[in-house]
Nanobody, 117 residues
Framework: QVQLVESGGGLVQPGGSLNLSCVASRTIFSTYTMGWYRQAPGKQRELVATITSGGRTNYADSVKGRFTISRDNAKNMVYLQMNSLKPEDTAVYLC???????????WGQGTQVTVSS
């Protein structure tokens, strides 16, 4: 079992920044993907950004150039630096840790991000 705990969400004005963090209790997959998804009220969960154990990153088109994903392998952590936030970025942001070779993944409880003036 792997527990994921997110932090760093909050209320920010449009154009502002937030930095989300996620710590995994342990890593159990030799090759994996960690990252962030988000879910807004009444909408489906969508990918925001991911990073593989090999360091390859992937971003949703809607956040490219504004968000940056990074990781600290020694600390089992993944980060999401969010700049130039827009009201449409408002959602619960969920941390993800999944195996590359098998269909197994873990999710955090989520952290609320609200972008509003």
């Amino acid at each position: 079992q792997v527990q994921l705990v997110e932090s760093g969400g909050g209320l920010v004005q449009p154009g502002g920044s937030l930095n989300l963090s996620c710590v995994a209790s342990r890593t159990i997959f030799s090759t994996y993907t960690m990252g962030w998804y988000r879910q807004a009220p009444g909408k489906q969960r969508e990918l925001v950004a991911t990073i593989t154990s090999g360091g390859r990153t992937n971003y949703a088109d809607s956040v490219k150039g504004r968000f940056t994903i990074s990781r600290d392998n020694a600390k089992n952590m993944v980060y999401l630096q969010m700049n130039s936030l827009k009201p449409e970025d408002t959602a619960v942001y969920l941390c993800y840790y999944g195996a590359s070779a098998i269909p197994l993944a873990y999710w955090g409880q989520g952290t609320q991000v609200t972008v509003s003036s």
